[in-house]
């Protein structure tokens, strides 16, 4: 198996403009996780899906950001409209529910200008 | 208060020495997750556990559930082994896992 698959690897855009991450989980896992970590805060859970139903949203940090999952082989994190602030890097990790090891993405490196 | 609390946050070591992560953890917390995030910003899965000990080549992961504390040990260290390595916690009733600030190990040849 190819692991969790991110795209971009790396985005650079303009502050306002509308920013779209992808992930492609594990085949057959059926949790998904979106991570943010930063040099302040670290690694922190922003929302996570259970069976393509999202479970909880609390970390999410404002309407700017909406996360979806269409299906169990993908998954889209938007940031809509972008901030400075918003640069980090975003980890999308998914975990067969009954093994409850996470296997991580490369991660996508977000700049907002 | 930080579900899960790490020591220490840096850690220096000469090539060959054994070396000592420390993670403690809330009640309710059930399973902990080592993870280990290459230079590069990669991370990778070391282990997760509930009970017991854990051994995968030079490195081992204990955890004692009544003193709600987890190590990870290095044994041998080399210089390859630098990295952040961070510990988290999932609770019994959820999905999602609690991370530590994670542990900057560097190895000196």
């Known amino acids: 198996d190819a692991g969790v698959i991110q795209s971009p690897r790396h985005e650079v855009t303009e502050m306002g403009q509308e920013v779209t991450l992808r992930c492609k989980p594990i085949?057959?896992?059926?949790?998904l996780f979106w991570y943010r970590q930063t040099m302040m805060r670290g690694l922190e859970l922003l929302i996570y899906?259970?069976?393509?139903?999202?479970?909880?949203d609390s970390g999410m940090p404002e309407d700017r950001f909406s996360a979806k999952m269409p299906n169990a082989s993908f998954s889209t994190l938007k940031i809509q409209p972008s901030e400075p602030r918003d640069s980090a890097v975003y980890f999308c990790a998914s975990s067969l529910e009954t093994i409850t090891e996470a296997f991580f993405g490369q991660g996508t490196r977000l700049t907002v200008v | 208060k930080n579900e899960v609390e790490q020591s220490p946050q840096n850690l220096t070591a000469q090539e060959g020495e054994f070396i000592t992560i420390n993670c403690s953890y809330s009640?309710?917390?059930?399973?902990l997750h080592w993870l280990q995030q290459h230079p590069g910003g990669g991370i990778v899965s070391l282990f997760m556990?509930?009970?017991g000990k854990k051994k995968h080549g030079r490195l081992i992961a204990t955890i004692n559930i009544q003193e709600k504390h987890s190590s990870l040990h290095i044994t041998a260290s080399h210089p390859r082994d630098s990295a952040v390595y961070i510990c988290?916690?999932?609770?019994?009733?959820?999905?999602?896992?609690?991370f530590g600030t994670g542990t900057s190990l560097t190895v000196i040849p």
């Open positions: 899906f259970n069976n393509n139903v999202p479970i909880d």
């Open positions: 556990l509930s009970s």
């Open positions: 085949s057959g896992h059926n949790s």
């Open positions: 009640v309710g917390i059930s399973a």
């Open positions: 988290a916690g999932r609770y019994s009733t959820g999905n999602q896992f609690y």
